[in-house]
């Protein structure tokens, strides 16, 4: 079945530092990945939708130059939490579905087995 | 607007019966999906529902209401390993919104 990849799945960093987290489907192509933050016993909340080869759309309240979000290919969208402060540690977590041609619409979302981001 | 309600927790007996219900509202509908989240760990996906009824799937079941703007996620034969959070996620147009999920208990 389809499987999306996460990676790194731990940082633990310095406050200031960027940190840069990758998202692959592995056997099929994603035009859209979603990224979602969550914190300790609290929703999922959606941050961006990552479009293929356009810009990412990003929800309310969410910094678009604090969370860069690069989608170069149907197969990898990347997040980077630029400058990061102690209030960015939290679960991050990417999602996305096969979106090809002759696939079933209502195929589910799969999610990566998420980032958990410490910052010091 | 979009508004998603579940229960925060629920405890149940190994091999019982639960049911945990979900209502929502949301800007467009595209089929409600159903997660199970182990701490510290990603959601795994376990129903989905775009039509009234009710889906089997082994010892899960789902249930949706369009009009009412309801579901539920029934449980059977619970297990030890049951315990863990359930995430009620309707579709809008292109994304899928959570609520903040119903943390199961399962107890012996």
């Known amino acids: 079945g389809a499987v999306v990849s996460q990676h790194p799945s731990r940082v633990i960093c310095k406050s200031g530092t960027s940190v840069k987290i990758e998202c692959r489907s592995l056997?099929?192509?994603?035009?859209?990945m979603f990224w979602y933050r969550q914190f300790p016993k609290q929703s999922l909340m959606l941050m961006a939708t990552?479009?293929?080869?356009?810009?990412?759309?990003?929800e309310q309240g969410v910094e678009k130059d604090k969370f860069l979000i690069n989608h170069a290919s149907l197969t990898l969208s990347t997040l980077t939490v630029t400058s990061a402060h102690p209030e960015d540690s939290s679960f991050y977590i990417c999602?996305?579905?096969?979106?090809?041609?002759?696939?079933?619409?209502?195929?589910?979302?799969?999610f990566g087995d998420g980032t958990r981001l410490s910052i010091l | 607007g979009q508004n998603i309600d579940q229960p925060t927790e629920m405890t149940a007996t190994e091999g019982a019966i639960v049911q945990i219900n979900c209502t929502y509202q949301t800007s467009g509908f595209n089929g409600l999906f159903w997660y199970q989240q182990h701490a510290g760990e990603a959601p795994t996906f376990l129903s989905y529902n775009v039509l009234d009824g009710l889906e089997e799937k082994g010892r899960f079941s789902s249930f949706l209401s369009r009009s009412k703007g309801y579901s539920y996620l029934l449980l059977k034969e619970l297990q030890m390993k049951d315990s863990a959070s359930y995430l009620c996620a309707p579709r809008g147009y292109n994304k899928l919104i959570f609520g903040a999920g119903t943390r199961l208990a399962v107890h012996p």
């Open positions: 056997d099929f192509q994603a035009t859209t």
């Open positions: 999602s996305a579905r096969d979106q090809r041609q002759g696939v079933r619409w209502n195929q589910p979302q799969h």
């Open positions: 990552s479009n293929e080869g356009s810009k990412a759309t990003y």
